[in-house]
């Protein structure tokens, strides 16, 4: 069992910048792939990012690409997510997820563990 804490949501202005952070129990963080989600009243939860399981490779989507930097540090059982240049439509609960293999992946149906979500809000 993982269990997956989110920090770092709030309110920023257009243009600014945020840090979330998922703190992850266990000792085996690193078999692990992580991604972020985000789901903005009345949608669907969006793919944003995901990291294989030693951080050698990242995806992103192309709404967040040259933007947002997914990053982990095992040491720690910690997955990063760096946002700049935020926008107004960035507006939405973040949520970090773990998937029981070491490759990433943009689906959200490949994820066996969730964060309880976090809000992070963008004001123009």
């Known amino acids: 069992q993982v269990q997956l804490v989110e920090s770092g949501g709030g309110l920023v202005q257009a243009g600014g910048s945020l840090r979330l952070s998922c703190a992850a129990s266990?000792?085996?963080?690193?078999?692990?792939?992580m991604g972020w989600f985000r789901q903005a009243p009345g949608k669907d939860r969006d793919f944003v990012a995901t990291?294989?399981?030693?951080?050698?490779?990242?995806t992103y989507a192309d709404s967040v690409k040259g933007r947002f930097t997914i990053s982990r540090d095992n040491a720690k059982n910690t997955l990063y997510l760096q946002m700049n240049s935020l926008k107004p439509e960035d507006t939405a609960v973040y949520y970090c997820?773990?998937?029981?293999?070491?490759?990433?992946?943009?689906?959200?149906?490949?994820?066996?563990?969730w964060g309880q979500g976090i809000q992070v809000t963008v004001s123009s």
């Open positions: 990291i294989t399981g030693i951080g050698s490779s990242t």
């Open positions: 997820a773990a998937r029981t293999t070491p490759s990433g992946s943009s689906w959200s149906g490949h994820y066996d563990y």
């Open positions: 266990g000792r085996t963080f690193r078999n692990y792939a």
